[in-house]
């Protein structure tokens, strides 16, 4: 049974996400779908993401469609903070704490359960950015700096995006600067 569960409309363009948090044993697990048109193709992609006790990422799987084309992705983060991206690695996003998925707002509940910053507190963190469309990976590093009790400050790519996030007590976003906004919670 799912611990909590957000469903967003994206505020930009035409998609949605929902996703859950669910306690497994000594494991985390996010997992949701995307709907959405890319270049007036329907997508949809199914994700699940499996962190440890301390909100690290382990392995994520994201499975799908945009128009035709088949999505099968699998990263594998091996205890020396190596990634892999279906078997191949990816030196460039060693030492990445997050997986940070471009499609989905999903991903900010682990920096931000992970780091547990009080108000006016800043954390550095690197993330392994799942790219989209060309589902690749690259390195993110972010800035989470909370303002509030609700409120977080988010910086990425030393500035160059810079936005306000409101979470929920689970730290799930539920406004995601102009991008996203949560419909409904439980």
């Not at 020396?80 to 460039?92: F, I, Y």
């Not at 469309?133 to 009790?149: A, I, K």
Request: charged share 25%; net charge negative; glycine share 8%.
């Amino acid at each position: 049974m799912p611990d909590h569960v957000i469903c967003w409309r994206r505020i930009d363009k035409p998609g949605y996400d929902s996703a859950a948090l669910v306690r497994l044993a000594a494991e985390w697990h996010l997992s949701g779908t995307a709907v959405f048109t890319h270049d007036r193709e329907p997508g949809r992609l199914d994700y699940l993401v499996a962190c440890d006790e301390r909100w690290r990422t382990c392995w994520t799987r994201v499975t799908g469609w945009i128009g035709r084309r088949v999505v099968q992705v699998e990263v594998v983060v091996d205890t020396e903070g190596r990634w892999r991206l279906n078997d191949a690695e990816s030196a460039a996003v060693a030492g990445a704490t997050d997986v940070d998925f471009e499609f989905s707002p999903s991903t900010n509940v682990l920096p931000i359960r992970r780091v547990g910053l009080q108000v006016g507190q800043a954390a550095p963190v690197r993330a392994a950015w799942l790219r989209f469309p060309s589902l690749t990976l690259e390195p993110l590093d972010q800035v989470y700096r909370r303002t509030g009790p609700t409120t977080y400050r988010y910086e990425s790519a030393g500035g160059a995006f810079v936005g306000d996030l409101v979470v929920n007590a689970a730290g799930f976003v539920t406004r995601y600067a102009d991008f996203w906004e949560a419909d409904s919670t439980a």
